[in-house]
């Protein structure tokens, strides 16, 4: 029965939620995003930018960005991690690209992760293992309209209850599962949305970019 898997980084590495057509799932959780890659899957989705530009801003980033709003972080670059800290990073996009152009501090501080997708990512990979955003799922998943912030008791709960609707009936006891592992709860929820983004998903922003490696630049939802 083909598995459809989710992933998202977390602090010690990266946590993935499968799902089956028999509506069989899991989780597991690994320092090595290739461990978890090799678990047997038709599709996957994973919560991390794949197709990275030279310069400037990525379309389809700008464009989740008009649905979900700044959730959705903007500035990966293939060179981020050539930088030392933040501020150099922001000097040399402001100087180059202008000012306003640089990193938040959420995308710098994730520039690892993005660093081992993109290391591992190929146009050939790009047919099976896409990205997504889990904001963005959610956000389809509610019908299009923004829900609470995920921070928020109500928010939390929001997005469990449609994942629940989606086939992830266990994902409340897992959530008390996570303790001692790093795992965050959001991570272990957003991988459950990228995972349901992995069996469903039909819809996209973006695509029309490829970067200098071949990869689209595309945010499946």
């Known amino acids: ?120 990512m190929t146009p050939a990979r790009q047919a099976i293992v896409g990205e997504a955003h889990p904001e963005l799922v959610f956000w389809n998943l509610a019908g299009q309209i923004r829900l609470a912030p995920k921070t928020s008791p109500h928010g939390r709960e929001q997005r469990i209850a449609l994942l629940e609707q989606r086939g992830f009936t266990r994902v409340r006891k897992w959530l008390t599962r996570r303790h001692g592992t790093g795992i965050g709860r959001d991570d272990l929820i957003d991988a459950c949305a990228c995972a349901v983004a992995a069996r469903d998903s039909t819809q996209r922003v973006g695509g029309e970019e490829i970067d200098p490696r071949g990869l689209r630049m595309e945010i499946n939802y």
């Open 1 to 120: 029965m083909p598995n459809y898997v989710g992933l998202d980084g977390f602090r010690f590495g990266w946590v993935a939620a499968w799902i089956d057509d028999r509506g069989d799932h899991g989780f597991d959780y690994s320092p090595s995003l290739t461990r978890l890659l090799a678990l047997p899957h038709a599709r996957a989705m994973i919560d991390m930018p794949i197709g990275l530009k030279p310069s400037g801003y990525r379309c389809c980033d700008k464009e989740a960005r008009k649905l979900i709003g700044p959730a959705v972080f903007l500035g990966a670059r293939r060179d981020l991690w050539k930088f030392s800290d933040m501020g150099a990073a922001n000097r040399h996009y402001w100087e180059h690209e202008g000012r306003g152009m640089g990193v938040s501090a959420q995308l710098w501080n994730i520039r690892d992760k993005i660093r081992d997708v993109d290391a591992i």
